[in-house]
C-alpha cells in the first residue's frame, strides 16, 4: 500500500516536472515583462503606471498560461493519450493547475522581494491585489478550459465571464 502511494507521487512529481518544461518558454517571456516592469518601477517617480502594466501583464498571462498548460483538453488524440496515464482526472486537474500557478505566482514573489527593499509601502497593496488576481483569473480560466471543447468557444466564454 505504503509502495504504491510512493509510486503514485513519483508519477505526479514527474508529470509536474514535465508540465514546468513544457511552460519554460512562456515562463522565460512572462518573466522579462515583470522583470522589465521591476526595472521601470525601481527607475520611474510615477508609480501607478508601472502598477498598471504589472496588472495588465498578470491579466493577459493569467489568460495565455491556461491556454498553452491545458491545450491537451481542445485535441482528441492528446485528451485520450493524457487520460489514459494512470493517474485520476482530479490529480491530472491539480498537477496542471499549479504548475501553470507556480509558473505565474513564483516570478511576483521574486519581484515582491526585489520591491521591498526599494519601496516597501508599495508592495503590500500591489502584490497582494495582483496575486489575488492571478488567483481569480487563473482559476478562471482554468475552469472554462475544462468547461469547453475547442479553443475559440474557451476563449468567447472567457471574454464573455470577465465582461460580466
Given amino acids: 500500500?505504503?509502495?504504491?502511494?510512493?509510486?503514485?507521487?513519483?508519477?505526479?512529481?514527474?508529470?509536474?516536472?514535465?508540465?514546468?518544461?513544457?511552460?519554460k518558454n512562456i515562463a522565460i517571456i512572462y518573466n522579462s515583462f515583470v522583470l522589465l516592469n521591476l526595472i521601470i518601477i525601481v527607475v520611474s517617480y510615477e508609480k501607478e503606471f508601472p502598477a498598471a502594466l504589472l496588472t495588465s501583464i498578470v491579466f493577459i498571462f493569467s489568460l495565455?498560461?491556461?491556454a498553452f498548460n491545458l491545450n491537451y483538453l481542445f485535441d482528441a488524440n492528446k485528451c485520450a493519450?493524457?487520460?489514459s496515464m494512470p493517474i485520476s482526472k482530479k490529480q491530472s486537474f491539480l498537477i496542471k493547475y499549479f504548475s501553470g500557478l507556480l509558473i505565474l505566482v513564483l516570478p511576483l514573489c521574486l519581484y515582491g522581494l526585489v520591491l521591498a527593499f526599494f519601496d516597501s509601502k508599495l508592495i503590500s497593496s500591489l502584490l497582494i491585489t495582483v496575486l489575488l488576481d492571478i488567483w481569480i483569473y487563473y482559476t478562471l480560466c482554468c475552469f472554462t478550459a475544462y468547461l469547453t471543447t475547442?479553443?475559440?468557444?474557451?476563449?468567447?466564454?472567457?471574454?464573455?465571464l470577465f465582461l460580466t
Fill in 1 to 23: 500500500m505504503l509502495l504504491r502511494q510512493l509510486r503514485q507521487v513519483d508519477k505526479m512529481k514527474s508529470l509536474f516536472k514535465n508540465d514546468l518544461r513544457q511552460l
Fill in 64 to 66: 495565455v498560461v491556461p
Fill in 81 to 83: 493519450l493524457y487520460l
Fill in 150 to 160: 475547442t479553443i475559440i468557444v474557451n476563449m468567447i466564454f472567457q471574454i464573455v
